[in-house]
């Protein structure tokens, strides 16, 4: 276990601000952690070198300087190789960053290096070990964000999901993963695998951190301000989500899921049941078609090129998305159309849904990812979800709790967690 | 004057499925061409070598075996050099192909060069001129796409549209300039501006040429078949667009716009008006922001990196587009959404709209690409439009006739506008 001292963002940013920590001190603590503990967790493909080049240099004064972020390797970076965890990209060197990686640098961040991701951010497991087990996936795609984070090395990560790559990683490593509306944040320069899926997520030790860093990459009214005036939760109707996926869940989940409700409840929350409409399900099962069509046309350049190069699995996920009719794909664009109308009637009735962040805990053995069936609906959706820690398994493994809420109030959805993050501690 | 004869793709491809050409003779014609003539019209940033590497050699029995087609300088092709029209990518070679130079390969299509574009697909003019009097712009930004169809170089060409960059090009230009519903060709692998209005477009002489290559990139049911039971005109409700913009279009645009209609009465259609509802206006409004702010978000890591090598045009672009906040971008995309929600309803009164393509003919001189005012509506709500040519100036100069159908009626669009273009011609 090598997640007893997680970093936060916000608190290392305040200390900056009233001077109790310096920007060349705060990526030096980052290089050491990294030097000491990445050999074991494996969560970087790649570690920028301290040089003094003018891309590392620390900008005083800048909301984030001093502030070490890690980019899933499926982000193109200037100045550090990318190789899209993919033999066929092996010491490829983009001219120019991602439009993500350019927004972190505008705000000072130091772009300390690039975090392992399963090949094209699809299922072949990265190196990374989970930081609770090194026996234990730490999820994927996004392996190596949500590991730095948890194993202390950084307080801030960048990744993405397209099924459950952001939410199911966090919960599997006990960390907060965001996972944003749809496009609240650019995708230009990740490798693509599925554009109407892609969708850029964050990682961080907290709710607070995760959200302070969606503020100051987007500029929008996302920090959790104590100057706001509180949310009453008695206002906030909080809905279990009653799937049919939650029969599939491990007890252990369950059972977290429904101390979640409790101490949700005693926190003051509206909470109830909801069932999962006909048509949700109908837009959870569109999605492999909706991905792998895409996947077909937007990987299709590759396996032309590099097949030799490519593991099985992702050649198999090509082809079968080649071979998916167009008027297969439009009707499961349908579904998700209608799916969305569906979720927007759903919050209607409800603010918040709790669901399992995963099946359970990080499954043993580093061969899968695990499986993100509680995730994909809400990526196809596009409504923002988070994953809050605070459970574990009898072996002391993580299980987190997924919340999500309407497309486009990211907003309410971080500042729900974060009380329900400190309801869950208690 | 270069334009007297254009290549039909349908008509080469019938001729070859009888025997009456051959693929290696039809791609030697076009290298013959483009030799000829592109040391005037300047519509290509680089000309495929001859040589017999493997990504040269014809597909015998493909679908497209024999058709050259020319591929905008904004996609990445893995054997060819890509610029986007700029100096920052000068000798750039990606590694692998954009994803709709992959379907054309698919098809067994001879990617025969890379068409010159404006840098990044805004406005700083290529090389390019009109091949109906050279001292004209081609238009923009997929100049060479449209000048290479023109001037009987290729039958087939890949563009671009983001504001007007195909509909505009292709009515200067005299050509069939197709943009199809949003999405349905993959734009992974090209130099995006603003990727919720990035659109690929496809260029060909006739109604009938874009519509096989439309049918054969996508698989799906686009092509104008002999077979199909014919379109009663008497059931198609067209509309002429009553736009405010029209009264800032040229006379000679405006006569044309009134000479389309009364022939499209003459053919039999359900001719009328049909006046902007204000919420369409708003949506034209609103187009800007949303394009500038994304290109802010999409160029930034250029600007960041290559800000020496970028025109002022470009750098001024992408600056303001810094400077629009979220929020009046948030205020665009809901004019957009209440815009997408209003042409819903404007096509359950009409089945096409018909609109100039462009203000007039193509403007003299080079130092501009002309303005997609009639354009960039079209593009932000996602339906498809083409460029019908037919009418001229009375110098010479073609005058396109835009027309517009509702999102995912592509097919009805171009069976239409195949009627439309004949009757134009009578």
């Known amino acids: 276990m090598d997640t007893n001292r997680m970093m936060s963002l916000a608190a290392l940013v305040k200390a900056r601000n009233v001077g109790k920590a310096n920007p060349e ?86 772009i300390i290096g690039k975090t392992a991701t399963t090949e094209f951010a699809f299922f072949k497991p990265a190196q990374t070990v989970n930081p609770h087990n090194h026996a234990h996936t730490p999820g994927g795609s996004s392996s190596g964000s949500a590991a730095a984070v948890a194993a202390g090395m950084i307080p801030a990560a960048i990744g993405t999901q397209t099924g459950g790559s952001v939410v199911r990683p966090a919960a599997f490593c006990g960390v907060t993963g965001f996972k944003p509306s749809f ?73 977290a899921l429904d101390k979640a409700a409790d101490k949700a409840a005693d926190a003051g929350f509206d909470v109830g049941e909801i069932g999962e409409p006909e048509a949700l399900a109908q837009a959870r099962d569109a999605h492999s078609a909706i991905q792998n069509h895409e996947a077909g046309l937007t ?23 080649q071979a998916i009719s167009p008027s297969d794909y439009d009707t499961a664009r349908r579904h998700a159309k209608r799916g969305r109308g569906t979720t927007r009637a759903l919050f209607s009735e409800v603010d918040i849904l709790l669901t399992p962040a995963a ?13 993100p069936r509680f995730n994909k609906l809400w990526t196809l959706m596009g409504t923002p979800a988070i994953n809050i820690p605070g459970f574990a398994d009898d072996t002391g493994m993580p299980l987190g709790i997924q919340a999500v809420a309407r497309f486009g109030q990211d907003k309410r959805l971080l500042r729900v967690a974060a009380m329900l993050e400190t309801a869950f501690r208690t």
Chains 1, 2 share one sequence.
């Open 299 to 321: 990987c299709g350049p590759d396996l032309a090129r590099y097949r030799d190069l490519l593991s099985p699995i992702l050649i198999q996920a090509i082809e079968n998305g």
């Open 183 to 255: 496009r609240l944040l650019p995708t230009t320069g990740m490798k693509h695998f599925a554009p109407s899926l892609d969708t850029v997520g964050l990682f961080a030790a907290g709710v607070e951190d995760v959200a302070m860093l969606a503020a100051l990459l987007t500029g929008r009214d996302l920090a959790l301000s104590a100057g706001e005036p509180p949310v009453d939760p008695a206002g906030i109707r909080v809905g279990l989500y009653r799937c049919k996926e939650l029969e599939t869940a491990d007890p252990a989940m369950r059972a």
């Open 25 to 110: 001190l705060m990526i030096a603590l980052c290089r050491d952690a990294i030097a000491r503990n990445d050999g074991r967790i494996r969560a970087f493909a790649h570690v920028a070198p301290s040089s003094g080049s003018q891309a590392h240099a620390i900008q005083t004064g800048a909301p984030l300087a001093g502030v070490a972020i890690g980019i899933k390797d499926i982000f193109d970076t200037f100045d550090q190789p990318t190789s899209y965890g993919s033999a066929a990209y092996e010491s490829y060197q983009p001219r120019v960053d991602a439009a993500i990686v350019d927004l972190a640098r505008r705000q000072g961040a130091t």
């Open 359 to 371: 099946p359970g805990a990080a499954p043993r053995g580093l061969e899968t990812t695990g499986d």
